[in-house]
């Protein structure tokens, strides 16, 4: 007897039922199935582990440029511009290998006038951005520094390491930024700074001719 359609369509839609079925049952298509909704959940947390390890490792850099140029600075009888640029590469140059942006480093001689208020004023300053040094603060302009340190007749070295770090995971090989979850939190661009004050070492001023 031939097969009504009827019966046709009830065939067909038993065996659509009992491929699911298989399919179902089977473990490996489930552990597949986990897998695909898995896998870029663990591949984003450890790129994300690797990240922060690099942000918190370059953070740390930072500070040792602060310190390691405020000391070098603050161990000169008397220093010239030369010698103060140089020193500030020398300190951008630990941050190797990270390239992505440039760090700001400042050095700035600081006086505390011996009036009834004292003032605090520059002395000289120099700044590096990248591999760029020039003037930095004006001379004779006042700046603040903690209430701890304003003692009359005080000089300090103040040295100052910045840094925009950009995360890899939110960076192109040619140098733009892309959208991503990273940008999306503003984490694209985190601001890290450092800031020493050290008294000089060998005298109780560092003079700088031409600074």
């Known amino acids: 007897m031939p097969m009504t359609h009827d019966q046709s369509s009830f065939r067909q839609g ?3 039922f009992s491929t699911l079925r298989r399919f179902l049952d089977d473990r490996r298509g489930v552990a597949a199935v986990e897998f695909v909704f898995i896998a870029p959940v663990l591949f984003a947390l450890y790129f994300l582990t690797l990240e922060f390890a690099q942000a918190i490792d370059t953070n740390k850099k930072i500070s040792r440029i602060g310190s390691m140029v405020g000391d070098l600075v603050a ?3 008397s220093i010239t511009p030369g010698e103060v640029d140089a020193i500030m590469k020398i300190g951008g ?3 190797n290998p990270y390239k992505r942006s440039a760090p ?3 050095v700035t001689a600081i006086r505390v006038t011996d009036e009834t208020t ?3 004023e520059v002395v000289w300053s120099r700044k590096l951005v990248g591999s760029n040094a020039g003037p930095g603060l004006p001379a004779g302009t006042g700046t603040t520094i903690p209430d701890n340190l304003k003692v009359k007749g005080a000089f300090y070295i103040r040295a100052t390491a910045e840094l925009g770090y950009q995360p890899i995971i939110t960076w192109s090989e040619s140098g733009r930024k892309s959208l991503g979850l990273m940008a999306m939190l503003g ?3 985190m601001e890290m700074s450092e800031r020493y004050y050290l008294r000089p070492r060998m ?3 560092i003079p700088c001719q031409g600074c």
């Open 14 to 16: 038993r065996g659509v």
């Open 75 to 77: 161990q000169q009888p």
């Open 93 to 95: 140059s630990l941050l």
């Open 104 to 106: 700001e480093v400042m």
């Open 118 to 120: 004292p003032k605090v």
């Open 187 to 189: 984490l694209d661009n």
């Open 203 to 205: 005298s109780s001023t």
